[in-house]
């Protein structure tokens, strides 16, 4: 039900935000909650779920009349889990930087906000006067959800592209959601995702 709901929602999303002859589409294929990033980092990671996520997302042309945000591209994009955990949508803006000619490797980082289906405020497992059936379900559950704290949390990203032809990109790509200690105090174990883009312009 969440999957289909989700990917109903893609499909208004880039129905709505896709106009005729502008922007790009974009379509990824992730890995879902993985550990490398954060463990490399030093920011740790959640290692809680697993499959992996299909985004659906599109992008404008950069905003000319932004040009003291460096005239940003916006995204909205949807995220749907093949194990039907924790979707997404998000929104937010991304700038894409040439590395040396125009037509070859570019970076492209990017910030925005999501909401998540995903679980926010699990209850404790230790909790007085639960009966052992709770208790074991909520056990399941610490070690087999990410508890993000927060519904609404931040969407950073970063990609490096190579541009294939006039209307083809390339992308690897790493998403992260967090609320930030911001839009939640306490539990924020967060999602990372990896995985490469195909990018299509209009």
């Known amino acids: 039900m969440k999957t289909a709901m989700f990917a109903a929602t893609a499909a208004a999303v880039l129905a709505v935000a896709a106009p005729a002859c502008a922007g790009e589409a974009f379509v990824g294929v992730y890995k879902h909650d993985v550990t490398f990033i954060g463990n490399a980092v030093g920011l ?3 290692g809680r779920e697993d499959g992996l996520d299909i985004h659906l997302g599109y992008r404008t042309n950069r905003l000319e009349n932004l040009h003291w945000l460096g005239k940003p591209q916006v995204h909205t994009m949807v995220s749907i889990n093949t194990k039907n955990t924790s979707n997404f949508v998000a929104a937010g803006f991304d700038w894409k930087i040439e590395l040396g000619q125009p037509g070859g490797f570019y970076f492209r980082p990017g910030i925005g906000l999501a909401y998540t289906d995903g679980k926010a405020g699990l209850p404790p497992a230790n909790a007085p ?5 709770e208790r074991d379900r909520r056990t399941y559950l610490y070690y087999h959800r990410i508890d993000f704290g927060s ?10 592209g190579y541009q294939v032809s006039d209307k083809v990109s390339v992308e690897l790509s790493y998403t992260h959601l967090s609320n930030g200690q911001i839009f939640h105090q306490g539990k924020n174990q967060g999602l990372d995702d990896a995985g490469v883009r195909l990018v299509y312009a209009f």
């Open 129 to 133: 006067g639960i009966t052992q059936a």
């Open 151 to 160: 519904k609404v949390l931040f969407e950073p990203e970063l990609a490096l």
């Open 44 to 46: 740790g990671a959640a």
